[in-house]
């Protein structure tokens, strides 16, 4: 999942979803969809989202999108790079145990040198793709958000499976 936001109230200050597009395990496209905020559009940050005012005139109302979001990734694992952003401008959230966020896996954190690393850096590094020279894609960064957990979803899921499993907690954790 990725999304891509515009800028609502003063100066484009807040965020507010703009597109949001899903990809499955394969990364081929699920759901792509530009939204029409509830708030006014005070900034389209085209430069960066790729976002214009005429690709938003006919969207869908944010309501209706949120809808069918919530309804395509309930009792899913859901894949992306910042997820807690993507769920704060889709006003809903979703079980940490169901997230794979590729900006807190800790063997890809290490590569940001002290910083959560950003997409940009982990596609150049980890899968030698060269993305977001221009404008982001939703459906791109979603992609490689989904390349990034295949790579390393054995060792991922295994670690969370180990930490989720009964019995297994830290012991130095456990109060006595």
Same mark, same amino acid.
């Given at each position: 999942?990725?999304c891509?936001?515009?800028?609502?109230?003063? &100066?484009?200050?807040?965020?507010?979803?703009g597109?949001?597009?899903?990809?499955n395990?394969?990364g081929?496209?699920?759901?792509d969809?530009y939204?029409?905020?509830?708030?006014?559009? #005070?900034?389209y940050?085209?430069e960066v989202?790729?976002i214009t005012?005429? /690709?938003?005139? &006919?969207?869908?109302?944010?309501?209706?999108v *949120?809808?069918?979001?919530?309804?395509?990734?309930?009792?899913?694992? %859901?894949?992306g790079? &910042?997820? &807690?952003?993507?769920?704060?401008?889709?006003?809903?959230?979703h079980?940490?145990?169901?997230?794979?966020?590729?900006? =807190?896996?800790?063997?890809?954190?290490? /590569?940001?040198?002290?910083?959560?690393?950003?997409?940009? *850096? /982990?596609?150049a590094?980890?899968?030698?793709? =060269?993305? *977001? #020279?221009?404008a982001h894609?939703? %459906?791109?960064?979603?992609?490689?958000a989904? /390349?990034l957990y295949r790579?390393? =979803?054995?060792?991922?899921?295994?670690?969370?499976?180990?930490?989720n499993?009964?019995g297994?907690?830290? =012991?130095? *954790?456990?109060?006595?």
């Open positions: 999942m990725d891509e936001m515009v800028g609502v109230g003063p &100066d484009g200050s807040e965020s507010a979803l597109r949001i597009s899903l990809v395990f394969f081929h496209t699920i759901y969809r939204v029409r905020p509830i708030e006014s559009v #005070t900034d940050r085209t989202s790729g005012p005429e /690709l938003l005139e &006919d969207a869908p109302d944010f309501a209706s *949120q809808r069918e979001v919530a309804s395509l990734l309930k009792s899913r694992v %859901v894949v790079h &910042d997820l &807690d952003n993507d769920f704060k401008v889709l006003m809903f959230g079980p940490q145990e169901s997230r794979r966020d590729t900006s =807190k896996y800790p063997p890809l954190v290490k /590569l940001g040198e002290g910083k959560r690393p950003s997409l940009k *850096q /982990l596609a590094t980890l899968l030698n793709l =060269k993305i *977001q #020279t221009k894609s939703s %459906v791109q960064d979603a992609q490689v989904m /390349l790579k390393f =979803k054995v060792k991922w899921d295994s670690v969370l499976l180990r930490k499993k009964p297994t907690e830290n =012991k130095s *954790q456990v109060k006595v």
